[in-house]
């Protein structure tokens, strides 16, 4: 009888605990949004939408920043993603066993270096050698995408490596059988077969690098107007919050706020499309 | 010493061989260039971060760096440190029996098709994938602000616990899946009540995939900066018991100081400029921490493995 009962409580308490991060989504939810809601209301959707941010002034336009983090993200996509593929493949097609027991840990510490480490040595290394090769001050768009494509390497890497192994080996068998050689085997078969999972990766490295605060303040310059080429700086929402926040008040903080709810629902999109891509090779 | 000639491989191909196969396939050569290629520029990333951080951080390494007390001619780490220790331990006190009830939950007690296992999944999905400066500014707008809490160590700590949820949870579920059933069978048929399985023949044996995953989490509180400059603030004094002779009030004084960690710590001497030093000696040893963490955690989950091959 004891038991019985020990057993019905400690069921209980699992059911909760597994409740906690549905729980924790919903106040988060409802916490940023019922935030950034009213703010948006209060500044007015044609001044926040706008392209001019001057807090000074009441004028609290966002535009430049959410096209600031998409170009820094599609920049990291450039650099990054192809990068990252060939080196899922080289590790899960190419690489000697000996190599891979020093390459797979050393892709695994790359995930684990705090972004601040990684934006020093953005600041340090690349900021200079930007400045040598195109005499400006070497903080930019260019910079930012270079250092956010080396940081969602590890991410791109770590999720389609094992969808690639996981691809059957009969895939590459037969191709090889058809007198294909070991890289178009691979690229023409193995790599479409494991699409999904490679896309997966993809995503979670675009949701990173979005969401990258620390590394990217120190070297995207920061300016607060509309980003313009290559090599001018730019200033992403994650860092506009960042870097007014300190000092903020009233109206100011809260609209440092809604940008924080912007980012959230633009990660909320990349999520959604993550679970699709997932369900979608679950059907298939 | 010549092998005999029946176990000699005949599909050997030699340098000669490969070379003529690509000589025919002048594509193949340009992707297996390319790959090898993007593999050279990775490593070389990687050597090029590690090796810069090594080089410049370790001369710069003083001993007065891990000085007891933080005063502004010492800028020393100390503090930090201890902090960071602290932070970690409260955030996994909240987090990892949360995680693991509700990853034992989702892997032994919980049907097949439940449609809560999905729901808890999906919110887990959406949990990671939110970007730290949002759990910051959320705990900021919770913990601090609606709470009253201020700048504390308490409100960074809950914040991270949440942070690190999602992954100490599917790391342990998968840890719970990977235990074979034959475990649970035997441990049924012996008459051994459900709750008794979970936690004498299920954990254990799921151990070192827990620790695994537990000490991933830890990696990513040390390195974590963004979720705290709001929530636990930039406080650089050693942590202070209180004076008031209440027992308790004293204990928990410190949760409510604030406090930073030394990634904080490495953002601040950046940002303030005039450390640059003291910066890369911080990048040192948060580097030596997050090998340090890696390799635990692998060689716990080689452990695993080789547990469940043997078993």
Known sequence: MKNKLKETVMHVVFFLTACVSIAAVLIICVYLLGNGIPTIAEIGLENFFGITWKPSKDLYGIVPFIVGSIYVTAGAIVVGVPIGILCAVYLAYFCPKKLYKILNPAVRLMAGIPSIVYGFFGLMVIVPVIQQLAGTSGKGLLTASILLGIMILPTIIGTAEPALRAVPGSYYEGALALGATHERSTFSVVLPAAKSGVMSGVILGVGRAIGETMAVIMIAGNQTKMPGGLLDGLRTMTSNIVLEMGYSTGLHRRALIATGVVLFVFILIINICFSLIKRGDKAS | ???????????????????????????????????????????????????????????????????????????????????????????????????????????????????????????????????????????????????????????????????????????????????????????????VGKLRTVFRIILPSAMPGILAGIILAIGRIVGESAALIFTSGSGKENLQFGQTGNFFADLFAPLFQSTRTLSVHMYNLMSEGLHTQEAQATAVVLLILVIAINALSSFLAKKLTKGNENG
């Open chain 2, 1 to 191: 010493m010549k092998k005999p000639e029946a176990t000699q491989a005949v599909n050997v191909l030699t340098f000669r061989d490969r070379w003529q196969s690509y000589l025919k396939h002048p594509l193949s050569l340009m992707v297996w260039l390319i790959v090898h290629l993007a593999v050279i520029l990775t490593a070389g990333v990687i050597i090029l971060l590690v090796g810069y951080i090594l080089v410049t951080g370790i001369p710069n390494l003083k001993p007065e760096l891990f000085a007891w007390k933080f005063t502004t001619d010492n800028q020393s780490m100390m503090p930090a440190l201890v902090n960071t220790v602290c932070m970690t331990i409260l955030s996994l006190l909240m987090a990892v029996p949360v995680g693991v009830g509700a990853a034992i939950y989702l892997a032994e007690y919980a049907g097949r098709g439940n449609k809560l296992v999905k729901l808890v999944r999906l919110t887990a999905e959406t949990l990671s994938g939110i970007p730290s400066i949002v759990y910051g500014l959320f705990g900021m707008m919770l913990f601090n602000i609606a709470f009253g809490w201020g700048y504390s160590m308490l409100a960074g700590c809950v914040t991270l616990a949440i942070m690190i949820l999602p992954l100490v949870m599917r790391t342990t579920e998968e840890a719970l899946l990977s235990v074979p059933d034959s475990y649970r069978e035997g441990s049924f048929g012996l008459g």
